[in-house]
């Protein structure tokens, strides 16, 4: 889940938000309302500062990669699967979320990460599709097949707000290149949440900023890196409303749509 993430928000509204003035990298003043993790690409995250006494801004690549990935091709079968000499195919992995309340036991892909690279991840929205299941009109028994309705989901008093997250640098053993690469956390999903991911009942960790801060203490216990990523944001701070099943190909994907045959969330 939380494979589509979104954010827009001014220069002076990012200003406002962290109370200090900062030199912000061009990625974050980039208007970009809807971004599918499965693209790969860059995104603003925070991280600390090499001294740890100060947050530096910074863009790394949506897709966490463990760094025994040898080259780009490996990455491409990691990610996309592939087929071996024998014609067996192999899925691919995917590492755009990581599950909090397992992330860091021990022989998890993330664990070294989740206890010495913790970052956190700018929004302004995310996207996720609810699952409902029509009634069949000579039944009146549920379909089989679910209809997909995509829901934005936004925190109306945070114009950006931060999720968990842990990084991890690459480097292509060929080229020498090296570029960081970032996993969203997730937890089980609140009321509101649970009602529009209702298949997966999964969401971000999402962070007040007390939260926010302690996540990049270095000095973190294991038992406290675990009790943050499963926080549950509360869902009576969270707004979700519908938008068009081809929002990511609208101009403006966070307009609202509404679908007359769906029902109603139950309020939180």
Request: aromatic share 12%.
């Amino acid at each position: 889940m939380c494979y589509i993430n979104g954010i827009n928000v001014s220069l002076a509204e990012f200003i406002r938000y962290k109370q200090h003035e900062k030199a912000l990298k061009e990625v974050l003043l980039t208007d970009r309302p809807a971004h599918k993790g499965f693209d790969y690409g860059d995104w603003p995250i925070i991280k600390p500062s090499a001294d740890g006494k100060d947050w530096d801004i910074v863009s790394m690549e949506w897709g966490f990669l463990p760094s025994y990935l040898k080259n780009v091709d490996a990455v491409h079968k990691f990610r996309h699967g592939y087929k071996d000499e024998s014609g067996k195919f192999h899925p691919p992995l995917t590492t755009l979320n990581a599950m909090g309340e397992e992330f860091i036991k021990p022989g998890k892909m993330f664990r070294d990460a989740g206890l010495h690279r913790r970052c956190l991840v700018l929004s302004s929205q995310f996207y996720e599709h609810r699952h409902v299941f029509p009634l069949n009109k000579r039944t009146g028994l549920p379909l089989k097949t679910a209809l997909k309705y995509p829901y934005r989901i936004t925190i109306p008093t945070k114009p950006v707000f931060m999720m968990a997250g842990i990084y991890q640098p690459w480097t292509d053993k060929e080229t020498g290149e090296t570029k960081e690469t970032f996993a969203i956390l997730t937890t089980k999903a609140n009321s509101l949440m649970a009602q529009v991911h209702n298949t997966k009942m999964r969401m971000p960790v999402i962070f007040t900023d007390a939260y926010a801060d302690e996540w990049t203490d270095p000095d973190l216990s294991e038992q406290r890196i675990l009790e943050l990523a499963s926080f549950q944001f509360p869902s009576t701070l969270m707004q979700a409303h519908t938008v068009q099943k081809s929002f990511l190909g609208e101009l403006d994907p966070t307009i609202e749509h509404s679908y007359q045959s769906l029902p109603e969330l139950d309020a939180n």
